[in-house]
Structure formats: C-alpha cells, structure tokens
C-alpha cells in the first residue's frame, strides 16, 4: 500500500503560474494506492497565479478510479459564489466513512492572521483491512493555535480508539446508526507545520490516555537517526529561509512493523512543498 501526502500550493510554482497538470504528472509517476494533498483550491482569483479553476474537481477528474474526498475548512463567499481551500483525499480503495473535523482556532492576539483548519479522516478498506487514514494542514502563524489543534487531533484519536472497543453491529438500528468499525489503526499525515522535535511535534506523539496506540514518525520507524530530508525549502522558492521539514507521516503503534519505506521526492518543483511517501508492507 502506496500513501501519497503533499501541500501542492495551489499548484502554482516558483515563477507564480499554476500547472495543475504538472502536480498530476508527479503523482502518476509515484503511483500510490491513496492520494493526500493539502492547499487545494477552487474559485481563488486572488491567490498567486489566479486560482481560479475547482481544483478538487480537476484532480479528480485525472484519477477516475480513485474515490474523491474533499474538505475544504476555509469557505468563503463573493457574489454567492463559494472560494474553497483544503484538503483533498483520493483513494483506491473503498471508503466506507469519512469525519471532516474542524479544528481549533482559538484567538491569539499575536497572531492575529490565520484561518480555520480542519482534519479529514476516512475509513478505508485497505488490503490488510480497515484503517483510519487522516490528513491535515495546522496553522502555521500562531503557536498557540497549532499546539490546541494537535490536542484536539489527539482526543479525536482516543474517541476513535475508545469506540473501535466497544463496537458492536446492530442491524436493526437506522441506517444512519450504521457507520461500520471505525478502527484504531491509523496513518495521520499532512504539513503540520511544525519541525521535527519541536514542542508540538512531541506533544502529538506522547503517550496515549485511555489505552489509544500511540502515533509513532514513520521517518524514525524508518529510517531511525538518519537525517530527516526536508519537505520544504527547496528549488529556489523564497520560503522558508533555510530547507526543513514540515511534513510528515505518522503511524499507530500496530503498524509500525508494516512501514517499509518511508521517502521525500525531492526533484520536482511543481510547489513549494515536496511530496512524501509512505510504502506499507
């Protein structure tokens, strides 16, 4: 099982043109099982490059044996007509449940700028079984912010695992009542905007309460102490200053001896951000 997460800015590169087909040839070329990506976009004239095209439609439209899950936290308005930007997920495999969480945005008055962050998580039925797949994109401002979502991803994460305990079918309950096992198991990627050892980065790999498995960074299952290869920072783009890594993959505690590789594709420059790769055995 091949997973795929990547922030593709828009699809807009270095030189403020957008080429969705180019994002589209690099995931052809990796050929995963499921597709994460995060800074999709739709009807956002005033982003770099004009984005003014439905982007969730467009990538879905290139991979039409994939399952489309869209989610897109920041929603605004003009004229009556939606400007989305979010998170996107396509998967070969059959989805039996999505869950779009809206995230926390606490005020934060050194941080005035930002805007509403969101979770996405789906059941898929993978070739092993049912797993939890999320993805999502923190804030990347405020600190405070970044540090209440990953709390509220944790807890989510202890609900999720709480109810795969005590799951019990019951067909004679409305289909509504009728989700399915919402397993434990569970990958969790995205541009977290936090570096490796950083205070929230620790914090969403503590211990677990309630007896949930722990996250695990599949680049340490991986790769142990091998230096991280950054995610961002590359190509010549103007952010950030210095190459870092802001993306990540992280595993439940089960699947860590699943994880065979773990990679960044550092050669295209099609965002500002590269895609990462996580292969399962």
């Known amino acids: 099982m091949r997973v795929v997460s990547w922030n593709i800015r828009w699809g807009c590169g270095k030189d403020g043109r957008i080429r969705i087909h180019a994002i589209i ?20 004239p ?21 399952h489309l899950m869209e989610h897109a936290p920041s929603e605004l308005y003009k004229n ?18 999505v869950h779009r ?3 926390p945005w606490p005020a934060d008055p050194d941080n005035p700028a930002g805007m509403p962050r ?21 804030e990347y401002y405020s600190v405070l912010q970044r540090m209440a979502q990953v ?13 795969s305990r005590i799951f019990q079918p019951d067909p004679n309950l409305d289909a509504p009542y009728q989700l399915g096992f919402r397993p434990a198991s569970s990958i969790l990627c995205g541009d977290f905007n936090f570096a490796p050892d950083a205070e929230d980065y620790r914090a969403l790999l503590a211990p677990m309460e309630g007896g949930a498995p722990a996250f695990l960074d599949a680049w340490r299952v991986a790769h142990g102490n091998v230096a991280r290869a950054p995610t ?17 993959f992280f595993v439940t505690e089960d699947l860590a001896p699943r994880v065979a590789s773990v990679d960044v594709q550092s050669e295209t420059a099609a965002s500002d951000h590269q895609p990462v790769v996580l292969d399962l055995n």
């Open 25 to 44: 040839d690099v995931l052809r070329r990796l050929n995963p099982d499921v597709i994460c990506l995060q800074e999709v976009a739709a009807n956002h």
């Open 46 to 66: 005033e982003l770099e490059g004009g984005a003014t095209a439905n982007q969730f439609k467009q990538l879905g439209g290139a991979f039409g044996g994939f």
């Open 80 to 97: 009556n007509s939606p400007r989305l930007f979010g998170n996107l997920i396509l998967s070969k495999y059959r989805i039996s449940q």
């Open 101 to 103: 969480h809206l995230l």
């Open 118 to 138: 969101g979770l996405m998580e789906t059941v898929i039925d993978a070739p092993s079984g049912k797993l939890r797949l999320m993805t999502t994109h923190l």
């Open 151 to 163: 709390r509220r991803i944790r807890e989510l994460h202890v609900e999720a695992s709480a109810r």
């Open 232 to 248: 961002t920072g590359l190509h010549g783009y103007p952010w950030p200053e210095r190459p870092e890594c802001y993306d990540h």
